[in-house]
């Protein structure tokens, strides 16, 4: 809340779709709990909500860049969702999903929108959130199966090993790393796309750290790689 300035309050959702009805469930840091009434509430719009239908992997959700924020604050899913806590500007981020499962971080401001570099920093935090879910996940399924867990099959089931593969760089990152690629230093990057030479130094020891390549060059090689084979 203090690194966002989310005034309106963070909360972590998670919509469960494994039952005959959706079930939804709110964990939040500011404002007071959510109640069973205004869960449920929520869970009846949830799949109405813009973000939710936009939610990435990779990238945080502002909602007014999704819809015309004025406008959303007079619809019934921002009443259910936002309005009992004056949430009047929403960013989302997913964490898990799933068939029956849907996770997500939704941060709240009252009287000002979220800027660029806010987005940013919640994509920072998303990444490995969602990679160590998505590892649980897949080790909890594989479990089940060594168990002999009737429910589970060893058809489809994602091996726990190959979610370790999967890094892809945020959209700021692969920004970064494309013009340090083609040789630009980190003084011109920051002039480029209109951010701190200590932001860009950031991004690049972020996709060295998560890539498990070390400088520049064997980093671009990689990316290199990454774009060719789609």
């Known amino acids: 809340m203090e690194a966002l300035r989310a005034e309106a309050g963070i909360g972590v959702t998670r ?10 469930s709110v964990e939040t840091a500011g404002p007071g709990p959510v109640s069973d009434e205004l869960a449920g509430q929520a869970a009846e719009v949830a799949d109405q909500h813009p973000a939710l239908l936009s939610l990435s992997p990779t990238e945080a959700v502002r909602v007014s860049d999704l819809v ?19 949430g009047r500007y929403p960013m989302a981020m997913l964490l898990h999903a799933s068939p029956t499962e849907v996770m997500f971080i939704g941060a709240h401001r009252s009287s000002s929108d979220f800027a660029d570099e806010d987005v ?3 994509e920072l935090i998303q990444r490995p959130l969602a990679a160590a879910l998505a590892f649980r996940a897949a080790l909890d399924a594989t479990t089940a199966v060594l168990r002999g867990d ?39 990057i920051a002039r480029q796309l209109g951010i701190a030479e200590r932001t860009v130094r ?29």
């Not at 919509?15 to 939804?24: C, H, L, Q, T």
């Open 120 to 122: 940013e920093a919640l």
């Open 150 to 188: 009737p429910s589970e099959s060893l058809v489809g089931l994602v091996p726990a090993a190959a979610l370790c593969a999967e890094y892809r760089p945020t959209r700021r990152e692969a920004e970064v790393l494309t013009l340090a690629a083609a040789g630009w230093t980190n003084v011109r």
């Open 68 to 86: 015309v924020i004025k406008d959303f604050w007079h619809t019934e899913v921002y009443e259910r969702m936002h309005g009992y806590l004056d």
């Open 202 to 230: 950031k991004h690049l020891s972020s996709v060295y750290e998560q890539s498990g390549r070390s400088g520049r060059a064997a980093a671009a090689a990689w990316w290199a790689g990454v774009q060719e084979n789609g």
């Open 15 to 24: 919509i469960d779709r494994s039952g005959p009805s959706v079930g939804i």
